[in-house]
């Protein structure tokens, strides 16, 4: 049962759906846009949820949804005559027939119930020209009761003549410690292991509740700062060997562009190697584990540190920055991770 007060930051797109019910001031057309994982359908939900609400109530410091009369309690169970999902029959796009029979065709009926008729359409960025032109003719002469809600996490997907005509609120990135506090408190994750996810996650509360529920980061994450303790005592073959059984696809998921790595696993990988360096240095700064992001490991982490300099420190995260940039160019991935993991083997 989700309101206002369970949105993790996002401060300027609650004040402006606040501002929206408190005073009826609603518009036609909404664009909340930001990346895949961020929390863009939780919040249309729930500003549906309260603008279809029959008995809003002033909770802390919202205007939330009763939760208890009969709009709310169908919305709850996504099945509101008036809060309608717009689905489309291909994965990959949304056709014009999608928005012709599901949204414009059925716009001219009222709500069945409610005060408003509200539209939700997910991965709006997947919307044809033509579907986006479709919509744009009920957006020009929106009969008064609808609120079109698209979700995108591209909105430059768009046709600027949509984009003006809808209110864009833009996610932004949640603070880590926001994060943090949730996963703790509401999700029960114990504290090491929900900083490093808030940590991994960049903002993103969906990667974090994902990373926080994954074995396969949890094991990512272990096997990899083996890897990199075994790291001096192995011939260059058998530590590309193990970085391949690592960052292999798992069966059954999206196969990968790059030969046998998993797009997914390759930056979890690198990220996981970036904040174990940048751990080392904080640790030989400050001889405390307080600021470490991998808390679990600080027995390694010290271990390092008495016998490398900041400076072979610095030499490893400038070498991790450049074979970054060489694949994301397409250098060939084996190569450019080959290069950097024997430079960290000469260092370590
Ligand atoms: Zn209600």
């Known amino acids: 049962m989700a309101d206002f007060s ?26 909340i846009s930001g990346e895949s994982g961020s929390g863009k359908e939780f919040i249309a939900r729930i500003f549906a949820k309260a603008l279809q609400c029959q008995n809003r109530q ?5 205007i939330e949804s009763c939760n208890e009369c009969p709009s709310c309690v169908k919305a709850l169970s996504e099945n509101h005559p008036d809060i309608i999902t717009i689905t489309h029959e291909k994965p990959g796009s949304i056709g014009v027939d999608d928005i012709r029979q599901k949204l414009r065709d059925d716009v001219v009926i009222k709500p069945y119930e409610s005060k408003y008729k509200i539209y939700i359409i997910p991965e709006g960025e997947k919307m044809t020209p033509a579907a986006q032109n479709a919509l744009l003719k009920t957006l020009e002469e929106p009969p008064s009761y609808i609120v079109i809600i698209i979700l995108t996490s591209n909105i430059n997907a768009f046709l600027p003549t949509i984009i003006s005509r809808c209110i ?29 996810c808030a940590s991994f996650a960049r903002g993103n509360v969906g990667k974090a509740l994902d990373l926080a529920s994954n074995e396969r980061f949890e094991n990512l994450k272990n096997e990899t700062i083996e890897l990199v303790s075994k790291l001096k005592h192995l011939e260059i073959h058998d530590i590309m060997d193990r970085v391949h059984t690592l960052l292999e696809p798992v069966e059954g ?64 995260i400038k070498d991790m920055e450049i074979a970054k940039s060489r694949i994301s160019s397409n250098v060939n991935i084996d190569l450019a991770l080959e290069l950097m993991l024997l430079g960290m083997k000469e260092h370590l």
């Open 253 to 316: 998921e999206e196969k990968s562009s790059k030969k046998g790595i998993d797009p997914g696993q390759y930056e979890d990988f690198m990220d996981i190697l970036i904040f174990l360096f940048r751990d080392m240095l904080v640790y030989k700064a400050t001889g405390s584990d307080t600021h470490l992001i991998f808390t679990d490991k600080v027995s390694y982490i010290s271990s390092v540190t008495a016998d490398i300099s900041y400076e072979e420190i610095g030499n490893i």
């Open 168 to 196: 864009v609120l833009p996610m932004k990135v949640a603070r880590d410690d926001s994060i943090r506090k949730y996963l703790m408190e509401e999700c029960h994750v114990v504290d090491y292991k929900a900083m490093l």
């Open 58 to 62: 002033e909770r802390g410091d919202y």
């Open 6 to 31: 369970d949105i993790i930051d996002q401060e300027q797109m609650k004040e402006h759906m606040q501002h929206g019910l408190k005073n009826d001031k609603v518009s036609h057309a909404y664009i």
